[in-house]
Structures are given as C-alpha cells and as structure tokens.
C-alpha cells in the first residue's frame, strides 16, 4: 500500500504541476487525496488542515518575515549605491573595476537582502549601464551579475538557512549562518579572479576621472558604514548570545528602517505601506509552500519514499563521494526549475537518511545544498536569477 500511495502522491502532484497549478496548491492537493484514499478517509480534510497550520507553528519560522521585510526596506532605502561606491573606491583602478564592484556588490547588498533577484536587480541595475559606458561587452556584464547575485544567499543573514533549519528539524540557524561564509566569500573570490583576468585580456580599465579628495573618500566610507554595521549586529548579536536568530531578524528590521528613513532619509513614511504590503505578500507566499510541505512531508513518512530513495542511493554505490556526487547533480537540475525554499522543504527530508547513513553532518548538507540550489538559479533553462539578470541587462537569455 505504501508503494501504491507513493505512486498517486507524485503522479498527482507532477500532473498538478503540468497542469499549471500553483506549486504550493498542487502540494497541498497530491498530499490531501493520497490521505483520503491511503491513511484517512473521514479525516483527510482536518489531518492536512492540521498539519498545515502546525509546520508554520514555529518560533524559528518568525524570522521569515521580519527578514523579508528588512531586504524590502534596503531594496528600498538606496543602500545598493551606497555599497556599489565603496567598492569601486578601493577597485576603481584595477582592471575590470567595473565588474569587480558588481561582484562585491552582489556579495554584500545580497547577504542584506537575503535575495539573488534583489541583488540582480539592484546592483545589474546600477552597473550594467555603467559598463556598457566605459565599453565592456554587454554579454559579459550580465553573465558577471548573474553569476554572483545568488551570493548573499549563503552570506548571512539568509532566508535559505531557516527554512533548512525548519525542514531538517532543528539544524542550528547560528551555526548554519558561520558555515555560509566561507563558501559564500569563496564563490565571489573565484567569480572576481575570472572577471579580473577577463578584463586584463580584453583592456577594460575605467577612464580616469577627477581625483577624489580626501573628504570624498571619507564621505563614501561613512555613508557606507551604516549598512554594513547590520551585518555585524545580526551575526555579533547572535554568537554572542544577545539573541537568537528569530530576534536577530526584528533588530533587522527596526535598524534598516531607521537607516532608510532617517539616516539615509531615502524613503518617505508614505512608502512604507507599499513596503509592508509587498512583504507580507512575499510572507505569504513562502509560509503557504512552508505549511503546504509539512503536509507533504507527513505523507511521505507514511510512504516510505525517503527511506526508499536512500536505500537506492546507497544500492548505486557504498562510495560516499559518488553519493554526494548524486546528489550534488539532483540538486543542481531542481534548482533550475523550483524555488529555493520549496526545494529545501521537500529534497531535506528526502535526502537526510541518506546523508545521515554515511556520517554526514546536517550542516555541512545545509550550506552543500543552498549552494547548489544557489547555482541552479543561474542555470538554464529556467533559472529565476537567471531571467532575472537578462532582463535588467535587456538581453535575450540565449
């Protein structure tokens, strides 16, 4: 029977899917009509009401929203010049300046914002016209901004992590926040080493301007500094145990709107209702597909499909690298079609008893598989970031 239930969940929710359903809708439908047919008859409807309503239940899960909201207020707050002018001051000689400052602003507005299109649109939106300016190809600066902006996902404070934290049940968020840095520097590092020898051979190097002055240089500084502090209070308040992740997202919050409104004073009181509204629709959005895989997930312990896929992993091959290998590959293709957080909820629970069998540590799998999820953003055919990207570079994704 678990087999049988296994088939109709995902015949059902591929079929939903094809049918142009949406996501979360097509979750909650698969998973409520195996239930009826499989577990409950009389009870399917209250079951997955249940479970719904209980995979959203969480005191980690708050941070969702109150983080979603302080990336709306930066998107806002005109923070993505202010950091885009502090690295071009200390690359603007270097060649590829341009496109090293892009990078770096992919890097540090993203892990503000928690979001790859955030960042593309931002940054791409501010440097791609100034490129094309001082005569970079147009191709090359959008694929450079694509390739960096989903960065900030693995450089804390991150959404990503989370909803890992919750789909896994209970991997540390400070712990999984310290494990995105090296990773996520490490991608930016690499992506400015090939952008650097990229411009060398082809001679971009930006026209001198006027030679700024001394009060220039430390006005950009300053200006910038307010920004970057958020970082250092989110991860410094939570390693040092001020607060958890969960009040290091409302700090998050009232900081960035301080910031925004009075210090930077680039948004007004009138536009924080769009703000809001725009939040909490994003809110929505990713709370209904958080509780829609609860359901999900409380199904296939019953299927018996996780535990069904680990044993196959394990029959390919008792070789540890080759699993991961798999895996990687798995997650690399559902990246490119599914949204990060979806994929986290349904693949962490899939993947875990395998990743379990060979001694892997939860955390490790965590940034291991934001970061290929990250990758698949920018990979064709379907990457969001991807589109996203071209489109601010007002090129075709071809």
């Known amino acids: ?11 059902l929710f591929f079929f939903l899917l094809l049918m142009g359903i949406p996501v979360s809708f097509s979750i909650i439908s698969s998973a409520l009509v195996t239930i009826i047919m499989f577990l409950n008859p009389q009870f399917g409807m209250f079951i997955s009401a249940q479970k719904l309503v209980s995979g959203i239940d969480s005191f980690t899960l708050l941070a969702v929203p109150f983080f979603i ?52 649109t931002a940054i791409g939106g501010v440097m791609n016209p100034l490129e094309k300016e001082q005569g970079y190809d147009e191709g090359f600066s959008a694929a450079t901004n694509i390739a960096t ?70 006005k950009t500084v300053w200006d910038a500094i307010p920004s970057l502090l958020l970082i250092v209070i989110i991860i410094g308040g939570i390693l040092s145990g001020y607060f958890m992740p969960t009040e290091a997202s409302g700090v998050a919050v009232i900081y960035a ?73 798995v997650l690399l293709v559902v990246g490119t079609f599914m949204d990060m957080a979806l994929a986290l909820l349904i693949f962490t629970p899939i993947f875990m008893p ?3 069998s060979i001694g892997m540590d939860p955390i490790q799998f965590g940034v291991m598989m934001v970061m290929n999820l990250s990758i698949g953003t920018i990979t064709p055919p379907v990457g969001s970031v991807l589109f996203v990207g071209c489109s601010v570079a007002k090129l075709k994704v071809e």
């Open 1 to 11: 029977m678990e087999l049988q239930a296994a088939l109709v969940l995902v015949i």
């Open 69 to 120: 909201l302080a990336g709306q207020l930066m998107s806002s707050g005109g923070i993505a010049k202010r950091l885009i002018n502090l690295a071009m001051l200390f690359l603007g000689k270097v060649p590829g300046s341009l496109a090293l400052t892009n990078i770096a602003g992919n890097a540090m507005f993203g892990s503000l914002s928690g979001s790859g299109i955030a960042a593309a």
């Open 149 to 218: 902006a989903p960065v900030g996902q693995l450089i804390p404070p991150t959404n990503s992590f989370i909803v890992y934290s919750a789909a896994s049940g209970g991997a540390s968020v400070a712990t999984l926040f310290m494990a995105g840095w090296v990773p996520g520097l490490l991608w930016a590092f690499l992506c400015m080493l090939a952008a650097f020898l990229y411009a060398k051979k082809q001679g971009y190097v930006v026209k001198r301007g006027k030679r700024l002055t001394g009060a220039e240089i430390a």
């Open 257 to 329: 709107f301080i910031l925004s409104a009075f210090v930077y004073k680039s948004i007004k009181l009138s536009d924080i209702k769009d703000i809001l509204v725009s939040a909490a629709s994003m809110t929505t959005i990713v709370m209904l597909i958080i509780g829609a895989s609860s359901v999900l997930s409380f199904v296939l312990s019953f299927t018996g499909l996780p535990q069904a896929i680990s044993s196959l992993m394990l029959g390919i091959s008792d070789n540890k690298i080759v699993i991961l290998l798999l895996i990687n590959i």
């Open 354 to 356: 395998v990743i379990t």
